[in-house]
């Protein structure tokens, strides 16, 4: 059974940072590539970032460009994203997923081409 536990979110000021990290089991980790999407109140799932199954590939949106990093630890199962100079604006529900849908690349924004996702952990920025 694949599973997806997402833990580091929380409450941080603008300027702020804060990690986030996805342990994944149940499947064969190296074969996926892995992303965040976030979700505020009453808008759609929002691409944020994406790696490849190697790790030598990532891909970010253009509104978090130059103040988040992707990464993975292959010993641990496990992904991260480091998000620096939080806005109020990053403020959303963030999600991890897992895709077997052209791991080799990390340019795949869309959510359709995921195939495991995480519950969700919260990151609200105050202004």
């Known amino acids: 059974q694949v599973q997806l536990v997402e833990s580091g979110g929380g409450l941080v000021q603008t300027g702020g940072s804060l990690r986030l990290s996805c342990v994944a089991s149940?499947?064969?980790?190296?074969?996926?590539?892995t992303a965040w999407f976030r979700q505020a109140p009453g808008k759609e799932r929002e691409f944020v970032a994406s790696i490849n199954w190697d790790g030598r590939n990532t891909f970010y949106s253009d509104s978090v460009q130059d103040r988040f990093t992707i990464s993975r630890d292959f010993a641990k199962n496990t992904f991260y994203l480091q998000m620096n100079s939080l806005k109020p604006e990053d403020t959303a529900r963030y999600f991890c997923?897992?895709?077997?849908?052209?791991?080799?690349?990390?340019?795949?924004?869309?959510?359709?081409?995921?195939?495991?996702w995480g519950q969700g952990t919260q990151v609200t920025v105050s202004s």
């Open positions: 997923a897992m895709r077997t849908f052209r791991p080799h690349m990390a340019n795949v924004p869309s959510p359709s081409h995921y195939d495991n």
């Open positions: 149940g499947l064969t980790f190296r074969t996926y590539a």
